[in-house]
């Protein structure tokens, strides 16, 4: 065998040259099954150079199919240690140690959506990305889209990576070396690259699904050689954690309680979990853990196995979604937050805490917070008449909510991505270059690596609003234009430069009224842009824009005006010929239901508003705690509005839905909703499967009347 390796080898070397660098690969039967990945449980080597160190790191690997860690998984998952075998492979090494490395998956990792690609990138050799000591690059590309749009980027710094030791000793011949200012703060690979990836993606998810004659989403590595600039795929093998999920059943966990928040970071999966803390920053700690503890460490790797799968949740200072603390997280089906940044610091061993990974964001909050488990299984439920849609708040939970028996996103808000995302006023961006300070220095540190500061705002918009569309697609999303107030935007950086201090911000300089004018225009049209960008550029036009707080008709011409002059619509809406993009407004003042003929005859619908409305025909403010008990849509007076307002929308034979509070808080006013015709209604994705069986009823209940 030996011989036989050398001779390999050999032919290597004619090939390739001397002393060619190889990566000796372990693959098992056993693995990458439905299941059980065995993700990392054997050993790989990477960077081998010569026959001696070839032949050591062979041998190592074969023989890693009995360490401790293989040994306990196979237990764990109830295999035979002598009916599995375990081959070895040597390969070229691609010189990704000079250029870039990483994977990618033909669905979303958490949520197992899968109309996208998901690619990770760093630099260096991709050993940093499964080790999860580096947070990696993140790109989302729609498949259904034959141009393969990109359509979410997330730039990471990347303080180090992994490159082949100079001088080689044993079979490990590689190194981690810091990364340079300008790769920590720029894109691993460009556009191109990723679309390439994606295509290539692609192909090799649609060969394993006419293969298996079902689909089977793929898991891959990637790699780009530095000295050529040529990318490589390294490995495919099948996904093995939502490939055989029944999407038919989704299970909700619904937080009953509020808490101090202690940490933060990226999330895995989407529960929530409690348990005392305990924090191991090394393997050797492992047999103090127990069964029901939060493991809290800097990073895990395939040794910390044995107590992953008895933690009630996991909490890693280091990595990304694609590391081996999340890939086993999801193997496990345990909560799981990575990159946290500080949670080995700043958590305390015994403290107890609860892990909530149901949002974009994974937090641990100080203490046991009681929640809720709900299992719904979507096929059983009525399809009613009625159009029964969601709102969504961050873009994060688009992919997981899209699961949900909802016809499309009845409200999706741009303030939560300009805030979350972006958090810089638009005007202190158009005026970059007068910026001093603190506020220039914000801009910089979170801009970085963009020349065009606006064109940073309006990518960024596009990504949240692009990440929606795709996950509702082809059903509609309804895309709410900015409804900051101004102590709203003065919370964003540069805010206090560009926003008045008002006495009531509820009912002040807000809505329709910014857009047109001249202090607040320029700010719109990025808005204009972003939303251009997602129905030209993506190809996603089921996103359609709406308008909120619009006082009067003239506001409306002014706004469509705005539209047209920069490319979201042909021509303002004025005659019978329609846009060739559909413009609601929010009805959210009495105003819009007393001259109803009037907006409805420039907007191709409405949407109502339930909170704004109910405090403009009731003389409130929201805001005002004091007033909270009359702040009630049940009031006969909202209702006769609300149903007045659904009454001309249809003789008009325009939309007419209602994306407000009220349907969410109050199921009787749902069925109110259905009674009087409503066209849709909007919820929030905790009450969309109790809404539609109620609303089902409502309908059953009146065909019998």
Known sequence: LKREIIKGY??????YGTNVDVAVRSSATAEDLPGASFAGEHETYLGIRGTDDLIKAVRAAMASLFTDRAISYRVDKGFDHFKISLS???????????????????????????????????????????QGKVTPDEFLVWKKNPSLPIVSKKLQIKDEKMIYAKHPSGIKATKVIPCTFKEKHSFVINDKEVQ??????????????QKAKKWTPMDMEWAKDGKTGELFIVQARPETIHALRDFSKVREYISLQSGKELVRGASVGSQIATGKAHIIMDVKGVGTFKKGEVLVTDMTDPDWEPIMKIASAIVTDKGGRTSHAAIVSRELGIACIVGSGNATSKLKNGQEITVDTTGSEGIVFNGTLKFKVVDHDIKKLPKPKTKIMVNIATPDTAFEKSF??????GLAREEFIIASTIGIHPLALLNYSKMKGV???EIDRRTYGWKNKTQFYVDNLAYGIAKICVAFHPYPVLVRFSD??????????????????????????????RYY?????????????????VRQEFGLENAHPMVPFCRTKEEGVKIQEIMAQNGLITKYVKSKKPANTPIYVMCEIPANVLLADDFLSIFDGMSIGSNDLTQLTLGLDRDAGTLTHIANENDPSVKKLIAEIIHKCKAKKKYIGICGQAPSDHPDFAKFLVE???????????TVVSATIAVAETEKRLRKK
């Open 10 to 15: 050999k032919a290597m070397e004619k090939k």
């Open 88 to 130: 070895v492979g040597v390969q070229k090494m691609v010189r990704s140690d000079l250029g870039a490395s990483g994977v990618m998956f033909t669905l979303d990792t958490e949520s197992g959506f899968k109309d996208v690609v998901l690619i990770n990138a760093v630099w260096g050799l991709g050993e940093m990305i499964v």
């Open 196 to 209: 390439k990836l994606a295509e290539w993606a692609i192909m090799i998810e649609n060969h394993y699904t």
């Open 404 to 409: 949900l028996p909802a016809k499309g996103v």
């Open 439 to 441: 506020v220039r220095n």
């Open 484 to 513: 900051f107030k101004t102590n709203e935007y003065r919370a964003l950086i540069g805010g206090t430069l560009y926003e008045p201090v008002e006495e009531n911000p509820m009912i002040g300089w807000r809505g329709a009224s």
């Open 517 to 533: 004018d001249p202090k607040f225009k320029e700010a719109f049209k990025l808005e204009i842009l972003a939303i251009k960008k």
């Open 676 to 686: 009087e015709g409503i066209e849709s209604i909007s919820l929030n994705p905790d």
